[in-house]
């Protein structure tokens, strides 16, 4: 995936909005929440996004995802996709938008209404 189809992604989920951030990220909100990351990569293309502790747990140590810098050595239940084979296009963006859901959670329930979530 290229930044150009990750930032056209996120902006198709509902009540999105892209910000510049860290050194120049895409970072991709949902009611000021952060759901999505793109940058902080070495060599390739890298995107982090928001998990459940189970999903972390079984895509940490998968090749090419490891727990996100900053997000998870703070706890955090964040996976950053930074090198192949890691996921395919398919797969991040079906975990870009439990991402979007798991933020959207975390609003209240008048602001997710204010949204049309």
């Not at 929440?33 to 999903?55: C, H, L, Q, R, S």
């Not at 998968?62 to 192949?84: E, T, V």
Request: aromatic share 14%.
């Amino acid at each position: 995936m290229t930044y150009d189809d990750f930032n056209e992604y996120c902006s198709s989920l509902p009540a999105t909005e892209m910000v510049f951030q860290w050194g120049g990220s895409y970072v991709w909100k949902v009611g000021g929440k952060v759901f999505a990351i793109g940058g902080w990569g070495d060599v390739e293309p890298a995107f982090t996004f928001k998990t459940t502790e189970m999903v972390f747990e079984n895509l940490q140590g998968q090749p090419g995802l490891r727990g996100a810098p900053y997000f998870a050595s703070r706890g955090m239940k964040w996976i950053q996709h930074f090198s192949q084979p890691g996921l395919s296009d398919k797969e991040l963006k079906d975990y870009i938008t439990e991402s979007h859901h798991l933020a959207a959670l975390n609003l209240t329930k008048k602001k997710r209404r204010e949204l049309g979530l």
